[in-house]
Nanobody, 121 residues
């Protein structure tokens, strides 16, 4: 059993920063490759980025340096720090564990519960 518990999120203003966290319990061997996704209203869920156990990072093109990820392996927790937020960043944000790359997309084996981020203008 693997559980991902997210925290953070909420309502922020344009240009603000926000940090989300995702703590994993259970099968911690599933935490080698973890990542973040988001789903805006009426849109498909989209990949934001991946972080490996060693802290190597990969991001989707739309991030353009505004977001960064980090992790604390002693706590099996990953973080997503978002800067210069715009209303287009309004979405439900999800973390995922045990990301697998299949035919051009990343698929987690496990999902967090999601956390709402609203960016107000």
């Amino acid at each position: 059993q693997v559980q991902l518990v997210q925290s953070g999120g909420g309502l922020v203003q344009v240009g603000d920063s926000l940090k989300l966290s995702c703590a994993v319990s259970g099968r911690t061997d599933m935490t080698v490759n973890m990542g973040w996704f988001r789903q805006a209203p009426g849109e498909d869920r989209e990949y934001i980025g991946l972080i490996t156990w060693n802290g190597d990072l990969a991001f989707a093109d739309f991030v353009k340096g505004r977001f960064t990820m980090s992790r604390d392996n002693t706590k099996y927790t990953i973080y997503l720090e978002m800067n210069s937020l715009t209303p287009e960043d309004t979405a439900v944000y999800y973390c995922g564990a045990n990301l697998q790359y299949v035919r051009g997309y990343y698929y987690p084996s496990y999902w967090g519960q999601g956390t709402q981020v609203n960016v107000s203008s």
